[in-house]
């Protein structure tokens, strides 16, 4: 193997595992996830407490969004 995650990206660490079908998708969540999420009300940087529980370090504010990314 030349390049580990060559064409799979995020979901290179599963290899063959799971289906292309399953992680295709996952590369769609993950791809999201990894951008820097940004507070709705002040675009401060927001923290993840749980899935779709989003609270902001500049303006203290708790949210709920989308499980794992804020749109
Ligand atoms: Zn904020």
Redesign the pocket.
Known sequence: MARKTKKIKAAGKYRTRSGISVRKKYNAVESKQRKKQI????????IRHSKGIWS??????KFASNAYYIE
């Not at 507070?39 to 927001?46: D, H, L």
């Open positions: 507070c709705p009300y002040c675009k401060g940087r927001v902001c370090k500049k303006c203290g504010k």
